[in-house]
T-cell receptor, first 115, second 111 residues
Framework: EAGVVQSPRYKIIEKKQPVAFWCNPI?????LYWYLQNLGQGPELLIR????????DSQLPKDRFSAERLKGVDSTLKIQPAELGDSAVYLC?????????????FGEGSWLTVV | TQLLEQSPQFLSIQEGENLTVYCNSS?????LQWYRQEPGEGPVLLVT?????EVKKLKRLTFQFGDARKDSSLHITAAQTGDTGLYLC???????????FGSGTKLNVKP
């Protein structure tokens, strides 16, 4: 079974430029997450989708970040314009949505460097 | 404020030593998960514990969920260099599907 697929793996951009990340979750997983992870830290939730609905986006900086999950499958996360402090790993994850027995499966992450 | 506090933050030991890392909170969780993350990779699930007091073993790794479901520990026996990585705990709140991650314990096992 294919895992969570993310692209690109690595991206280097200049500040003020836009960037987009793509995620394909595990087939059949209704819940999709975007996390931000700084080096050596735990992941921090940006947004969570249940099917195509964003049910928790309270931590998403909406002035520059946007996300969508069309048709409840793939998702994109966009930053425009990027700032130096956005340099981090952007992790996509998915789960079946089984309550307290749910398990999150992570992709390998998209590593962003803003220069 | 981190909902889940992990300790120690860093740990460097020799191969063959034993170690324990902790995940503590003042909140009750429906379940708790442990992940290991290697450099350049995403976190990989090690175990899920659901019942208060539950103990699970995965080869040389022993996981325990506190009786009150507020804390957990991970014990590694006879550490190997392949155990090196960032160990993350994540608690599932009563609002299901809400995962709270700890800040991680960075383990380095030296040969």
């Amino acid at each position: 079974e294919a895992g969570v697929v993310q692209s690109p793996r690595y991206k280097i951009i200049e500040k003020k430029q836009p960037v987009a990340f793509w995620c394909n979750p595990i087939s059949g997983h209704n819940t999709l997450y975007w996390y931000l992870q700084n080096l050596g830290q735990g992941p921090e939730l940006l947004i969570r989708y249940e099917n195509e609905e964003a049910v928790d986006d309270s931590q998403l900086p909406k002035d520059r970040f946007s996300a969508e999950r069309l048709k409840g499958v793939d998702s994109t996360l966009k930053i425009q314009p990027a700032e130096l402090g956005d340099s981090a790993v952007y992790l996509c994850a998915s789960s079946l949505g089984q309550g307290h027995r749910d398990t999150i499966y992570f992709g390998e992450g998209s590593w962003l460097t803003v220069v | 404020t981190q909902l889940l506090e992990q300790s120690p933050q860093f740990l460097s030991i020799q191969e063959g030593e034993n170690l324990t890392v902790y995940c503590n909170s003042s909140s009750v969780f429906s379940s708790l998960q442990w992940y290991r993350q290697e450099p350049g990779e995403g976190p990989v699930l090690l175990v899920t514990v659901v019942t208060g007091g539950e103990v699970k073993k995965l080869k040389r790794l022993t996981f325990q969920f506190g009786d009150a479901r507020k804390d957990s520990s991970l014990h590694i026996t006879a550490a190997q260099t392949g155990d090196t990585g960032l160990y993350l705990c994540a608690g599932v709140g009563n609002n299901f599907n809400k995962f709270y991650f700890g800040s991680g314990t960075k383990l380095n096992v030296k040969p």
